[in-house]
């Protein structure tokens, strides 16, 4: 079974630029959910998308946005980016909600420089 | 209190010895625990999970959950150098699911042949 594919998987930009990151759950998951890591903050979640739908949200600015098509990949998108906004940015998929007992995993994640 | 914390590190062990990475966590955190490893670059694997009070064995892995104290531990036996890697703990959130976790800052090990 082909495991969470993250694409690009190093991206490199300058301020004020958009990006989009783009995630492919392990098939049958439904729940996607984004994290960013860096070396000050560690492991942050920033969203989590299942049936389409953004169902749990984290502690960041606007500029953070999300969405989940129907075969449940899903994209997130980093508006006006900041230097600040360098980072690994994860993507965690599970099979379910409801707080069945299924965790995360991972992918390989996209390292996001910027200039 | 931070919702879920660990020792920073590094925490050193010669191979062949038991490593014992530990994480306590604040009533903010729902009983339930994962803990993932994250070799230097890569992304983090998840090599157990932790739902009920007590011990949990898998190899040579063992994690315990101790809910009247709020701490979480990982035990892994037999360290080897591949062993070297950040441990990460992670819990969800009182009221969410597992698709939302909050993670410890992880616990570096570092095994010496």
């Known amino acids: 079974k082909a495991g969470v594919t993250q694409t690009p998987r190093y991206l490199i930009k300058t301020r004020g630029q958009q990006v989009t990151l783009s995630c492919s759950p392990i098939?049958?998951?439904?729940?996607v959910s984004w994290y960013q890591q860096t070396p000050g903050q560690g492991l942050q979640f920033l969203f989590e998308?299942?049936?389409?739908?953004?169902?749990n949200k984290g502690n960041f600015p606007g500029r953070f946005s999300g969405r989940q098509f129907s075969n449940s990949r899903s994209e997130m998108n980093v508006s006006t980016l900041e230097l600040g906004d360098s980072a690994l940015y994860l993507c965690?998929?599970?099979?379910?909600?409801?707080?069945?007992?299924?965790?995360?995993?991972f992918g390989d994640g996209t390292r996001l420089s910027i200039l | 209190q931070k919702e879920v914390e660990q020792n920073s590190g590094p925490l050193s062990v010669p191979e062949g010895a038991i490593a014992s990475l530990n994480c306590t966590y604040s009533?903010?955190?729902?009983?339930?625990f994962f803990w993932y490893r994250q070799y230097s670059g890569k992304s983090p694997e998840l090599i157990m999970s932790?739902?009920?009070?007590g011990d949990k064995e898998d190899g040579r892995f063992t994690a315990q959950l101790n809910k009247a104290s709020q701490y979480v531990s990982l035990l892994i036996r037999d360290s080897q150098p591949s062993d070297s890697a950040t441990y990460l703990c992670?819990?969800?959130?009182?009221?969410?699911?597992?698709?939302?976790?909050?993670f410890g800052t992880g616990t570096r090990l570092l095994v010496s042949p």
């Open positions: 965690a998929s599970s099979p379910d909600a409801g707080g069945s007992n299924q965790p995360q995993h």
């Open positions: 098939s049958g998951h439904r729940s």
């Open positions: 998308y299942f049936s389409e739908t953004q169902r």
């Open positions: 009533d903010r955190v729902s009983q339930s």
């Open positions: 932790i739902y009920s009070n």
């Open positions: 992670a819990g969800p959130p009182r009221g969410t699911g597992f698709q939302k976790l909050v």
